[in-house]
Every structure is written in structure tokens, then in C-alpha cells.
């Protein structure tokens, strides 16, 4: 028999004698056994509730799950839609503590504390250090881009050999680096510590990029001003891009981490992205004076971070365990993912080939 099969009023728990039930009680008196007998309705209700749920807890015929598996966790994990993890259960339980979990405002803690309970028992799905690029303010290393731009009405001389300083270096005299009405560009390529300038050319001329693997992919039949940007040319450098002179291609980039350093850009030059389909070189319309390019002849590196993005790409090498729990994982990173913000999921298994996954906000995969 249940405890609250009996009577669970004031009067029920309280023993003769020492209360006054009598009509003579004051207004106060029976304002306070109302205001107690409320409390108590609740209570009985709420333990009432927990009653039935225990009671169908333990006769519920767990037979049909796939695996054996604690009645209680099995229940948990049902409640939270993970009913289909095939884990230990220890390993559900620490599923379940993830899952139930309130997150914090920081998305960052919050990743944290993810990477921290995979990577570590019970579940050790993950190899080595996970890393997030998480959008705005992006870590940076940026290739400065050696361009100088003319308003010249006719064909200006080839500039002179000028020394470079990183992010230090003045466009030569009738130059600009900013490209505002231009009607004359010329690139440079360093030779040494000093920057060599080549034949300039017409700004209405088109340039066709092309995006290569390595210097060995070159285009075989260029024209002259023809650009490729190389993923790797064995340098170390990632990215750059090479122009095509008219007898050999010449490296027009070099790396510039002070600009992914820089604490205040309000008054630098800003990194833009390079185009990678066949455009021309237009400058008609004058470039903005505010935003991430601030009008300046810079490029960023293609295949390096960029200044900003709205996306946040995970990277992680998953263990043979974490592999076959690859939908455990993508399941906890919708849950982690923010409205509006695309999510890539870049992962490798045991140091293999990274494969990358797009998470969208519909909770569908791409």
C-alpha cells in the first residue's frame, strides 16, 4: 500500500490534542491548514507521478532491446533519443551526461568540454588535440600580394628594383597600391631582399586564374598575365600565386604573418580574397574605403584562414572506436551547432584521409 493512500491533510499528521480544529479557530489558523493542505496535494501528486513511473520501470519487458542493457539507462537514453546507441553502458550513461547537460554561452567552453569527454574514457573516440575555426577574427597567415596600379593615360616605364620590407614596402613614384581608376597594373616577384618589377600591363586586359595542385601543373600554353594559384608548391608556402611573365612563371606572393597579427587593422591593409575564375582587372568604380579590404592590392592566401568567415570547421583524427560511433559524434555536434552558421566537420581516421562533412541547420548532412 502506498504512503499516500492514507490521509495526508494537517489533521492526518497531526496528533489529537495539539492543533485546534474546532470552528472556534481563528481566520489565521485556517488560512495556514488551507495554505499546508496545498503543499502536501502537490507533494502527493508529484510522489504519486514517480510511483507509476517506477512501477512501469520495473515490469517494462526490455527483451526487445538489441542489446543488454541497464532498464533505467535504457529508459534515459530513449527519453533523450539515443535509444540506438549500441555502447556499453557506462559509456551511455557518460552519453547521457552529455547530452542532458546545460551548455554555457561560450560556444568555445562548450566545444571544449566535448572534445575533453570523447577524447577520454569511457569513450576514447579521438586521437591527439581536436582544433575549431571558429568564424570571426579567424587565426591568419595571409600572402601580401606584390601589386602596384597606375592612372596613366599611356603605357608607364617598368619600375625600378625596389627593397622589401614585409608590410613596410612604398609603391615606387606615379604608384599606388590602391586601386582606385587604374588603368595600368604591374606585379613584382622578390629576388633576393628587393622586389623586381615586371612589364606593366592594361587593367582592361583579362587574366585567367587557375587553381593547380603544384608547380609541376602549371597550364601548358599561357598568356602573358595569366595567374595560377598553387596549393602547395613544396616551399611551405600554401596558396600563392604565380604570374605568367611571357617566358616563366613568377611567384607574386609571399607570407605576411603580421597582418594575422595585427591588433588593430582600423588603419592597415586589409587581406582580400584573390578571384579563381576568369575575370578582368576592373577599377572603375572605387574601392571601399571601410570593410575587410579597405580598397588595398592584398590577397589573401587561398587555401589559409581567411579574416572572416561565418563557419566553423572542426578537425579531428577519430580512432577505430570513434569512427564506428561517427553518427554518436555528429549527432552531439548538431546539438553544439548555432543557428545561421555553417558547420564543417573535417575527420580522419587513425592519420587516413580527411573526409569533411557539411552539418546544416535543418540537421541534414551534405
Known amino acids: 500500500m502506498n504512503v499516500f493512500e492514507k490521509d495526508v491533510t494537517f489533521r492526518g499528521l497531526t496528533a489529537p490534542g495539539y492543533f485546534n480544529f474546532s470552528d472556534s479557530q481563528t481566520a489565521d489558523t485556517k488560512k495556514y491548514i488551507a495554505w499546508f493542505d496545498s503543499i502536501t496535494a502537490i507533494i502527493k501528486a508529484q510522489v504519486l507521478r514517480f510511483d507509476a513511473f517506477f512501477r512501469l520501470w520495473m515490469t517494462y519487458n526490455y527483451t526487445t532491446c538489441t542489446i543488454s542493457r541497464t532498464p533505467f539507462v535504457a529508459y534515459l537514453l530513449n527519453i533523450y533519443g539515443i535509444q540506438w546507441f549500441l555502447g556499453t553502458d557506462i559509456q551511455a550513461v557518460a552519453l ?54 597606375s592612372t596613366s593615360g599611356t603605357l608607364p616605364a617598368t619600375p625600378a628594383i625596389m627593397p622589401y620590407g614585409s608590410r613596410a614596402w612604398a609603391a615606387p613614384a606615379g604608384w599606388t597600391k590602391q586601386p582606385s581608376s587604374a588603368t595600368y597594373v604591374s606585379h613584382g616577384y622578390l629576388s633576393g631582399a628587393n622586389i623586381v618589377w615586371m612589364t606593366p600591363r592594361a587593367t582592361s586586359a583579362a587574366y585567367l586564374y587557375t587553381e593547380i595542385a603544384n608547380t609541376s601543373s602549371f597550364p601548358p600554353t599561357p ?36 597582418q594575422g597579427l595585427a ?3 582600423s588603419q592597415d591593409v586589409r587581406a582580400v580574397m584573390a578571384p579563381v575564375t576568369s575575370a578582368e582587372i576592373s577599377s572603375a568604380i572605387a574601392p571601399p574605403v571601410s570593410g575587410p579590404s579597405q580598397g588595398y592590392g592584398k590577397y589573401a592566401g587561398l587555401y589559409q584562414s581567411t579574416l572572416y568567415s561565418n563557419s566553423i570547421n572542426i578537425v579531428m583524427d577519430l580512432t577505430t572506436a570513434g569512427n564506428n560511433n561517427l553518427g554518436v559524434i555528429i549527432y552531439l555536434l548538431r546539438k553544439l551547432k548555432p543557428s545561421l552558421r555553417a558547420l564543417y566537420f573535417n575527420y580522419s581516421v587513425n592519420g587516413g584521409t580527411v573526409n569533411k562533412i557539411q552539418i546544416l541547420d535543418s540537421g541534414a548532412l551534405q
Do not use: C, H
Not at 575533453?116 to 571558429?134: C, D, E, K, M, R
Not at 596549393?231 to 603580421?258: E, F, L, Q
Open 96 to 149: 547521457i551526461g552529455l547530452v542532458a547537460r546545460s551548455y554555457g554561452t561560450s560556444l568555445t567552453l562548450n566545444y571544449q568540454y566535448f572534445f575533453s569527454a570523447l577524447t577520454a574514457a569511457p569513450f576514447l573516440w579521438i586521437n591527439g588535440t581536436p582544433q575549431i575555426v571558429a568564424g570571426y577574427k579567424d587565426p591568419a597567415i595571409f600572402a601580401e600580394n606584390l601589386v602596384i596600379y
Open 223 to 258: 598568356s602573358i598575365g595569366d595567374k595560377a594559384i598553387v596549393a602547395s608548391d613544396t616551399s611551405g608556402d600554401y596558396g600563392s600565386i604565380y604570374y605568367y611573365d611571357g617566358a616563366v612563371w613568377r611567384k607574386i606572393t609571399t607570407p605576411n604573418s603580421y
Open 263 to 265: 591588433s588593430d587593422f
